[in-house]
């Protein structure tokens, strides 16, 4: 349907998606690829439905049911407050009277609308997710409505994410990394079962479709504001959507009708898991050493769970550390306080909950208006990645879905195999 090549981000080398690629051909681990759209303009394709208006900026070879895309409107509530007079707020959840659609409340489903349109020559297989949480909600409900086969892997820690307006289609399989678990030990769960032949990995950060259908939402905010805004502001757990938006900047540069610039990244994180912050003040490509059990207890404080990630696509060529280089951009942090402080007045003056995640980085917005590290008249994007969910919940009464398996911390790898072979009957 949408005709690209794929790229190296390191040595350029060119090449087809002929196989559900996740890596450059030379294999070349430590570099992502990208995807080269035939089409260099922006173009919105009105004759197709959600998030499907992006066609021609997306790697997909057809359509699925069901798509919101991101709506993007300029604030005037919480813009007075800060004093700013061009802050765009790029939604992303459930608001009917803003046109936001999202019925998992996360930005989540912008990948999982994109990947699973992608073309895929593993329809006999199970693809397998590992999520945080919305992820893995988003996923769950794009596959279960779609007859589309998938085996989730989350912290069963994080099961109150994972809901749904009824119990998915038999499609649809969650295991879970058991109590005291995070994120990275569910991708740990995902791997182990990737190694048998029946499934095959989603690929997280390196598959195309995630970062272009997370880029989503900065053609929504060029669409809506007419040109490339000068900050860009989201909280990030892996980076892959601050990585997805400066890969859409750089899109836009080449159309040539939105402007030159590239937008300053402003990440943020939930204190007290702040890796990439840490990595980032250090002046290191490389990840700073972080202890797994420390790891694990500071996920358990955090109000935001989802912004939890001990293996980020920062250090690889095209990843988080190159985005925030070459943008000029920062990583700030905020308190579980300062958080929910900002989900509160988000809601009073702008009129709709959000996630914790968003409330983050409305906290660190917040912080940079103070700090004057913003001019007051600066075009400033403000990715609120879920909101919404608290009024789907009181409209909808969704019910919460069950694990069919759960694996302790560091599980054997061969028991897994045996469980999961008999769980899907192989």
Known sequence: MTRYHLESSCCGTSFEDGQWELDCPHKDGAALIFANYANRQFEVRNDLPGIYKYANWLPICRTLEGSGAPVTYKS?????????????????????????????G??????????????????????????????????????????????????????????ADEPWNDCVKLVCAGAGC???????????????E??????????????????????????????????YFQAVGSGTGAIAAWEANKRFIADGRYGS??????????????????????????????????????????CAKVLSNRKPPYSLTGGLYDALKATGGD???????????????????EGIDIEPAAGVATATLMQAVKEQRVEEDAVIMLNITGGGVGRYKKEFKPVQQKPHLVFPVNPDPEMVKKQVRELIGR
């Not at 880029?215 to 000068?230: M, Y």
Request: aromatic letters at 10%.
């Open 76 to 104: 005037e509530g919480l813009a007075e407050y800060l004093g700013l007079s061009n802050l765009y707020i790029t939604f992303n959840g459930y608001w009917p009277e803003r046109g936001a659609l999202m019925k998992t």
């Open 106 to 163: 996360s930005f989540k489903e912008c990948e999982a609308y994109a990947v699973c349109a992608r073309i895929n020559r593993n329809s006999d297989k199970i693809m397998v997710v590992a999520s945080a949480g919305n992820t893995a909600r988003a996923f769950g409900r794009v596959c279960s409505e779609n007859g589309i086969p998938l085996l989730l892997c989350i912290p069963e820690d994080n099961l109150n994410a994972i809901w």
């Open 182 to 196: 995070d994120y990275f030990d569910a991708i740990h769960l995902s791997n182990i079962i990737c190694e048998m």
């Open 198 to 231: 029946y499934f095959f990995p989603e690929g997280g950060a390196k598959n195309v479709a995630r970062r272009d259908g997370m880029g989503t939402t900065v053609l929504s905010a060029v669409q809506e504001i007419g040109r490339i805004p000068d900050y």
């Open 261 to 302: 610039n590239l937008m300053k990244l402003i990440v943020s994180q939930n204190i007290p898991f702040t890796l990439i912050y840490d990595s980032w003040k250090a002046n290191s490509r490389a990840l700073v050493d972080l202890d797994e059990n420390t790891a694990r207890e500071e996920v358990k404080e955090m």
């Open 331 to 349: 990583v700030m942090l905020a308190t579980n306080e300062e958080a929910m402080k900002a989900q509160e007045l988000f809601e009073k003056l």
